[in-house]
């Protein structure tokens, strides 16, 4: 899931060298956690987070095919 999310983001910034992506297993499945770069936050968030919800959408739809419950934060 971590490529995933990293292949995204950094399509969606202007500098896609910031982009940090970390993933770490917890009880209640995988927790995603993307980084920008400050002057890209908006990019990733999207008009009233229309963008970050897209993102979760594909990454919560390819953890189902994979029987894993993912969950992304965006810092």
């Given at each position: 899931m971590k490529e995933?999310?990293?292949?995204?983001?950094?399509?969606?910034?202007?500098?896609p060298d910031g982009v940090v992506v970390t993933e770490e297993q917890n009880s209640k499945?995988?927790?995603?956690?993307?980084?920008?770069?400050p002057q890209d936050i908006g990019k990733v968030i999207g008009k009233q987070?229309?963008?970050?919800?897209?993102i979760r959408s594909v990454v919560k739809a390819a953890g189902i095919r994979k029987n894993i419950h993912v969950m992304v934060d965006i810092e």
């Open positions: 995933l999310v990293e292949t995204i983001a950094r399509a969606l910034v202007d500098s499945g995988v927790l995603v956690t993307l980084k920008v770069a987070g229309r963008v970050a919800n897209a």
